[in-house]
């Protein structure tokens, strides 16, 4: 039995391939764990319009985390699983993933004829350690580095780019646009940079003031671009957490006149 609301690619593709491939393990300060989300626990849920929304599990859900320090860095929960489906339709010929995580994209994207090789930049050995192991094949290749330092330095060139090198749940303008920035130079004629809730960036990037603007009071608003919540401050269109997410307060603040 899927998830009630699984995209249709990962749902077709996706029968929890990573709990049933990766086995618990520690290094250094990384730890692989399984555990079961327990039915009626609710979850975020992330679909393709660039939307996080909010559920419960109907059955008891089975999920790999990787966590550092015991602070979790990323899961197959229902929320990752929607918010690589983009990728995975986006992924082709020589692919590029900056992060290893638990695996997931690579894993996902490697039986697509249209994938040749997959390349995966991740900084920490340990990460490397634990998972890479547990999931190569001869299409994947795994570089110990800074994403940013290869994309500086690498003359390889890429059909496909995917980064994801954040732990909060919403990377911050100035971040996403540095990167995409950076793997530009790396970057086939018709290839794609692809990055974490890309379609969440791309929906709500244009519709951000471009001079600072005064924020609402609480009350009753249009949804909030990302998360939805009505009843909040209003922040060009955007709840106060998901405008701290995205970074962009700073935008939304007129600076008040100084006091004589």
Known sequence: MKPTGMPSIIQNTY?????????????????????IIPKGKEFKLYDRSGRI???????????????????????????????VEGAVSAAKGNCLISGLGIGLLPTLINDLEVVSSIDIVELNQEVIDLVFHQIKNDKMNIIKSDIFSYLETTDKKYDFIHIDIWRNLTATIKEIDKAREAAKRCLNPDGIIWCWLQELYDRIKDRLPRAPVSPGGVKLYEPCLICGKTVRYDYAGLCVACATGMGVNELYLKRQPEKE
């Not at 029968?15 to 086995?23: C, G, H, K, Q």
């Not at 929304?53 to 985390?65: E, K, S």
Request: no cysteine; proline share 6%; charged share 20%.
């Open 15 to 35: 029968p929890f391939t990573m709990t049933e491939l990766l086995n618990p393990g520690k290094s250094g300060e990384f730890e692989l764990i399984k555990t």
């Open 53 to 83: 929304f909010t559920g419960t599990y109907t059955f008891d859900y089975p999920t790999v985390i990787l966590k550092q320090r015991g602070v979790a860095w990323i899961s197959d929960s229902q929320l990752e699983i929607g918010s």
